[in-house]
T-cell receptor
């Protein structure tokens, strides 16, 4: 069975500082990995994904993520956080046999960026 | 706006009543998903449609839940005899089948928040 873990319930960072949100996964075979962001009372917005190729993927709003197969991690990063980045972030995985398939989400990490 | 839309945005009902939610996916997407999200948790998969065919249902989808996508366009999710434990945000998502389909991201609607009193 596949699973996703986001070990931090909340990450606090000052505006302008680097932001990292951690994600580890467990899946048989090569995973498809995704990051989504959720603002209050809104649906999830897609940020970026790793399918194959370069381990460093770049996404929307200046976010990037690094796929590390040996550590089974897919941490989300932003070099300089903004107050507007304060939101709930979800990592999700899809196994290679789920060619159409459902996403397995982590529990989410609340990011708080202070001015 | 050509994104995924859901209606209603909020629904308050009494225990035992039936409720129905609607999802309109992005028009060219043939894949449609329903998820449920409770407070402090990530979305959990409920069911999946490819065109009008319902191809998978989660064990979370008890026999009180039914979903349809009659013409392969919009979808409805009905909950019969609602219980307080059904209170959650119900999210709909759609995706394209084009390209490397397993790698296609899903686009989510704003959700329907259900409160069962």
């Amino acid at each position: 069975a596949q699973s996703v873990a986001q070990p931090e319930d909340q990450v606090n960072v000052a505006e302008g500082n680097p932001l990292t949100v951690k994600c580890t996964y467990s899946v048989s075979g090569n995973p498809y990995l995704f990051w989504y962001v959720q603002y209050p009372n809104r649906g999830l917005q897609f940020l970026l994904k790793y399918i194959t190729g370069d381990n460093l993927v770049k996404g929307s709003y200046g976010f990037e993520a690094e796929f590390n197969k040996s550590q089974t991690s897919f941490h989300l990063k932003k070099p300089s956080a903004l107050v507007s980045d304060s939101a709930l972030y979800f990592c999700a995985v899809r196994g290679p046999t789920d060619s159409w398939g459902k996403l397995q989400f982590g529990a989410g990490t609340q990011v708080v960026v202070t001015p | 706006d050509t994104g995924v839309s859901q209606d209603p945005r909020h629904k308050i009902t009494k225990r035992g009543q039936n409720v129905t939610f609607r999802c309109d996916p992005i028009s060219e997407h043939n894949r449609l998903y329903w998820y449920r999200q409770t407070l402090g948790q990530g979305p959990e998969f409920l069911t999946y449609f490819q065109n009008e065919a319902q191809l998978e249902k989660s064990r979370l989808l008890s026999d009180r839940f039914s979903a349809e996508r009659p013409k392969g366009s919009f979808s409805t999710l009905e909950i019969q005899r609602t219980e307080q434990g059904d209170s959650a945000m119900y999210l709909c998502a759609s995706s394209s089948e084009a390209g490397l389909a397993g790698g296609n991201e899903q686009f989510f609607g704003p959700g329907t928040r259900l409160t069962v009193l």
